[in-house]
């Protein structure tokens, strides 16, 4: 069984930044890719960032690439989330999620484990 715990959201003003780690608990946090993933009030969920298994294969979603950097240490089954340069519209709870293959994902149904999330409210 896999437990996510996502922590670090919060208020921030526009152009500031703000770092979410994501806990992983359970086994083989190294055959899992991991995903972060956002959900705004009234919108579907969509993909932020996706990591392989050894941090070498990322995905990103276009309206985030340059300002937000995902990253994971496997030596402490830890997912980051990097955000910078925040704007209001990436306002949203952000979800941390695993998939149990070496490759990542765009597509939420890909993943079979997610967190609780964490809100992230940017303000103008």
């Known amino acids: 069984q896999v437990r996510l715990v996502e922590s670090g959201g919060g208020l921030v003003q526009a152009g500031g930044s703000l770092r979410l780690p994501c806990a992983f608990y359970?086994?083989?946090?190294?055959?899992?890719?991991m995903g972060w993933f956002r959900q705004a009030p009234g919108k579907e969920r969509e993909l932020v960032a996706a990591?392989?298994?050894?941090?070498?294969?990322?995905l990103y979603a276009d309206s985030v690439k340059g300002q937000f950097t995902i990253s994971r240490d496997n030596a402490r089954n830890t997912l980051s989330l990097q955000m910078n340069t925040l704007k209001p519209e990436d306002t949203a709870v952000y979800y941390c999620?695993?998939?149990?293959?070496?490759?990542?994902?765009?597509?939420?149904?890909?993943?079979?484990?997610w967190g609780q999330g964490t809100q992230v409210t940017v303000s103008s």
């Open positions: 999620a695993a998939r149990p293959s070496l490759s990542p994902s765009a597509s939420t149904a890909q993943y079979d484990y």
């Open positions: 359970g086994r083989a946090f190294t055959n899992h890719a």
């Open positions: 990591i392989g298994w050894r941090g070498g294969s990322t």
